[in-house]
């Protein structure tokens, strides 16, 4: 896939988005969406990793809310969405074994 050069330039303001052709900003919003959920998807399975280390205990931080919040210059509110994003990987697969051990009981 080929893009004008600036179409995937982190500074939304970049001159020449103006410029860029239809199809070349149909092409950028779907590499930009690709990159994204690439990124999404890395920081999901890192804060779910810090979680099962207890990485804010070994470091001197209460808690991940506490860790990401310093980190990452994010809310605790958002360091909470983060968290709750990322934990569902393991409880589902554990809510799941239960449920087939009931009913296998």
Do not use: C, F, N
Not at 31 to 47: G, N, S, T
Not at 57 to 82: F, K, M, N, P, Q
Request: proline share 4%; charged share 30%; hydrophobic share 45%.
């Amino acid at each position: 896939m080929t893009t004008h050069s600036t179409a995937l330039a982190p500074d939304a303001r970049t001159p020449g988005w103006p410029e860029l052709a239809d199809v070349d900003l149909l092409r950028t919003l779907v590499e930009i969406e690709r990159r994204r959920r690439r990124l999404d998807a890395a920081m999901r399975a890192a804060v779910a990793e810090a979680e099962r280390r207890g990485l804010a205990a070994g470091t001197g931080y209460r808690d991940t809310v506490e860790l990401l919040t310093d980190l990452l210059r994010i809310s605790a509110t958002e360091a909470r969405r983060r968290i709750e994003y990322a934990a569902p990987q393991v409880r589902s697969r554990s809510r799941k074994m239960w449920r087939v051990l009931a009913a296998a009981s």
